[in-house]
């Protein structure tokens, strides 16, 4: 029986059911100290001085001046520092780290900082520093506009802030091992911590780094633990004991990085029978204090902005730009959740405004194979916009239940959403990601630095070599991402690694078995010794991209989605309550369906916390509500039932037609839940749809 | 401070007012038993006392004195639902998991689909959306479950 395609046991074991599995701050080393970051208490300014408050005796205590390299968090940019010198740009900024082996005394250190105070920058509209700008053109939109007999429908669309929650906080612990350092830690991207200690060290010391078992992280483990890792590796080596710093909740929120709010305007011209002419679109990221991934996070929106919907004339203008609060990074979508909820929300206002049905204005404009995007990219046979929509709409019998809710506090609501799959571009090709396939007297073991952090990496990818090399699926073992022992396959990001990592593995299981000939992995080991396949990413050779015009080929392919929900507005609190959601989504193909499902049930249930509950309250550049008691993710009581729906449209360049699925399942739910509030007659063009928000939203 | 702990006897030294999480964790080396926000909001610590699910990060350890505490080493590492929870990928990170099966452990022989959301209300999980949970748990107790939730592993 084939693996691929079947739910087969996981690779992970029995462990995480036991409390067996090993999370950092499982881990124990023999005269580990704790390390504890002292942050800044202004979102602007300058520090004129800083006074140790308490008795220093066993303390190691590491400023700026520690840092051997460069004082910097190596990413597309390297303008964070690991540690303050000067200027604060933010809340909760690292001045100085302490560690020691009594946590009470720890806890208990007081550091006294005096400020220069300077005025802080909060609104992004009003900032002048720009991290990026991005424009796409495609037809001639100012012309187009002009256009005889069009109808014009203008809106602006806001989304605000959203945590990742990640149930585990961050956390590493840094051991000195020679003249370098080994980082165990909670992680999605160990080789870009690498990058970003070599940075800090400069290149002479070892350095390791080991993924522990991680505790999830929707984007807040890309880039974050970078500095983490920096932060224990300082203390380290100044020591020479083991530091383990750990987050707890609320310094993990007020500290780390958050999904970007988002203010996006459309102004399109369509036909009066509903044919989009001309879509105008300006999307404006708040970024915070740095630049971390903004360029990227702008770039993924922007091309996502014009929805998965046919155009002639569009122009996205972007901009990611400086704002005086923790710096936003990635998170489970990067971008385009924002600017798919304001394309969503949009269209469900161009059929008001032209008396259409929404779903027939979609199903008139969605993709087909043979269109182009807003970047001009053309879509070939695996592009399903039209097939999720439609079966979406059948299954949930949408236009006759939808109308059967008029006149009740009962509403339904629907959203058609597409996610770019691998990264944008040339990424790939840049990217140069490289997989390992090792013989071992037993079977074959996977060596990639791609991480296990819940979506199932260990089992996808073992299932993908057990048929690609013809094995027993129990003869492959997954090795613990270990920079020292693994291939850099590339961060476990951009809904790549079942794609574009999973590929690479497949390619080196042919290879593998072309070396085996008729043996298997055990008989070849036996008669021949140990045995190495490595190979690189190819990405498919048709894909051209220009980074200058962001014209061409985006992404590979794409994942297409249409979410269905129907929910109850309580008339006199208006709390939203989620009764149902169908949701119906293609990918490919599922390599392992229950993991699959998973995905779109866990998105899902991200996306519809940040439609309805995740409201991120900023007081003077810090997050206020930085506990679990009021910044509410959904409970088990929130959920409504969900129905997910898999359909299958192979992508002849992923390992067994699978396209990319971890991010889709989040770009859906947030429109569907505000068009479905529209159907109730309220103008919602904002999420959090908090009941405050909605009590205040005209009518639509 | 004696209590019993997985059914046996202990004794501790430790502050009283030491949360019963860090006496866990810290003491006894049973680190099954998780820290998710340190305030009773996640569920992530979840321990029985006297049989009774609590978050073990808000309970002093004074508190157990001559009680009967349970984690999930308790369980062994044989249990049919630590099985049904891996199989039908009712944990996905797994950070989450140890609390959410101390919590679905007190549930009566057949509960409504209600009955299991509410006796897990306290436990957020980031990863599933909670179907697979449903799933773990129904499967567990032989309970159907509605129709368009109800696929399985083996679908």
Redesign the interface.
């Known amino acids: 029986m084939a693996a691929v395609g079947s ?1 087969v ?2 690779k ?12 950092a ?2 881990i124990v080393f023999p005269g580990m100290l704790f390390g504890r970051t002292i942050r800044s208490t202004i979102p602007r300014g300058r520090v004129k001085s800083i006074r140790l408050d308490f008795d220093t005796t066993g303390f190691t205590i590491v400023d700026y001046r520690d840092v051997p390299g460069k004082n910097a968090v190596a990413l597309i940019a390297e303008d964070q520092p690991f540690l303050v010198e000067d200027e604060v740009r933010h809340m909760a900024e690292p001045i100085m780290l302490l560690a020691h082996a009594d946590r009470e005394r720890l806890n208990a250190a007081n550091v006294v900082i005096d400020y220069e105070e300077e005025t802080p920058l909060f609104d992004p509209e009003l900032s002048d520093e720009v991290f990026k700008t991005i424009d796409i053109e495609k037809g001639d939109v100012t012309a187009a506009l002009a256009g005889d007999d069009l109808v014009l429908v203008e809106g602006t669309y806001r989304t605000g802030h959203q945590e ?6 961050n956390g590493v612990i840094a051991v000195p091992e020679g003249a370098g350092v080994v980082i165990h830690g909670s992680m999605q991207c160990p080789f870009y911590v690498i990058k970003a200690l070599r940075c800090l060290f400069g290149e002479h010391p070892p350095l390791r780094v080991i993924q522990t ?6 984007g807040g483990k890309e880039e974050y633990p970078s500095m983490i890792a920096g932060h224990a590796a300082l203390l380290a080596i100044k020591s020479g004991k083991p530091v383990k710093i750990i987050y ?2 609320v310094e993990d929120m007020v500290a780390t990085t958050k999904r970007h709010p988002a203010i996006v305007k459309h102004r399109t011209a369509v036909t009066r029978d509903g044919r989009l002419v001309a879509m105008d679109i300006d999307v404006l990221l708040d970024g915070g204090a740095y630049i971390t991934l903004s360029p990227t996070v702008l770039s993924r929106g922007c091309i996502h902005a014009a929805g998965p919907y046919r155009c002639d004339n569009i122009h996205i203008h972007g901009r990611a730009v400086f704002t005086n609060t923790p710096p936003n990074g990635a998170f489970r979508g990067f971008g385009a959740p924002q600017t798919e909820f304001a394309v969503e929300v949009h269209m469900e206002r161009i059929a008001e405004a032209l008396g259409l049905d929404p779903v027939e204005v979609r199903r008139k404009n969605a993709l087909r194979p043979g269109d182009t995007t807003a970047t001009g990219q053309t879509l070939r046979d695996d592009c399903s916009a039209l097939m999720v929509l439609d079966e979406a709409v059948r299954r949930t019998d949408f236009l006759k239940k939808r109308d059967a809710c008029k006149g009740t506090n009962r509403a339904m609501g629907l959203s058609l959403f597409y996610h770019g799959a691998g990264f944008t571009g040339g990424g790939e090709r840049t990217l140069k990601s490289r997989a390992r396939l090792e013989l071992t007297p037993t079977g074959v073991r996977i060596a990639t630095g791609s991480t296990e ?4 990496t260990r089992t996808m990818h073992a299932q993908i070599v057990t048929d690609a090399l013809g094995i027993p699926y129990e003869d492959v073992t997954v090795a613990q991402p270990d920079t020292a022992l693994v291939a850099d396959s590339g961060p476990t990001v951009a809904s790549r690694t079942c794609m574009v990592v999973g590929k690479i593995l497949e390619e080196c299981a042919h290879e593998m078995r072309g070396k085996l000939g008729a043996l298997s992995p055990a008989e070849y080991y036996a008669q021949h010794g140990p045995l190495t396949v490595e190979r690189m990413y190819e990405p498919p050779d048709w894909i051209t991209w220009d980074d200058q015009t962001y014209r061409g080929d985006a992404y590979a392919t794409f994942g297409w989605g249409c979410d269905v929900i129907e929910l109850e507005l309580d008339t006199d609190t208006y709390e939203v309550r989620p009764v149902k959601l ?1 949701t119906v989504q293609e990918f490919g193909r599922p390599i392992h ?3 699959a ?2 995905q779109i ?6 996306g519809l916390g940040y439609a309805l509950l995740e409201r991120v309250v900023m007081r003077n550049g810090a997050m206020a509500n930085s ?3 009021n910044y509410t ?5 929130d ?1 409504p ?4 729906v898999m359909m299958e449209n192979p992508y002849p360049g992923g390992p067994f037609g699978a396209k990319g699925l971890g991010e889709l399942p989040m770009d859906g739910p947030a429109p569907a839940v505000v068009n479905a509030l529209r159907h109730l007659g309220l103008d919602v063009r904002e999420i959090p749809a908090t009941p405050e928000l909605i009590a205040l939203s005209g009518a639509a | 401070m004696r209590f019993t702990l997985n059914g046996a006897s202990t004794e501790v030294a430790s502050h009283p007012m030491s949360r019963l999480m860090d006496v866990l964790r810290e003491e006894h080396g049973l680190t099954g038993t998780k820290e998710g926000c340190g305030e009773g909001e996640c569920g992530a610590c979840t321990v029985l006392v006297n049989g009774k699910p609590v978050c073990s990060c808000l309970v002093p350890v004074a508190q157990v004195d001559g009680a009967e505490v349970m984690t999930i080493e308790g369980l062994g590492n044989d249990h049919p639902l630590q099985h049904l929870f891996m199989n039908e990928v009712g944990a996905q990170c797994g950070i989450c998991t140890p609390g959410m099966i101390m919590a679905a452990i007190t549930l009566g022989p057949q509960p409504t689909l209600d009955e299991i959301k509410t006796a897990l209300a306290g436990n957020l999980c980031r990863c599933t959306g909670y179907s697979a949970i449903y799933r773990a748990v129904c499967k567990w107790k032989g309970m159907p479950l509605p129709e368009v939730m109800a696929h399985t592993a083996a679908d």
């Open positions: 739910s046991a996981r992970d074991g029995i462990g995480k059911a036991t409390g067996g599995a090993l999370y701050d499982d990742h929650i990640y149930i585990e906080p078992e991680t505790g999830g992280g929707f707890d909740r952090i819940g979506q199932g169908t369906p229950a993991l499902r998973g049930e866990g998105g899902t249930a991200q506990t679990l008691t993710i959904p409970t088990t009581l959920m039932v969900l129905d997910v």
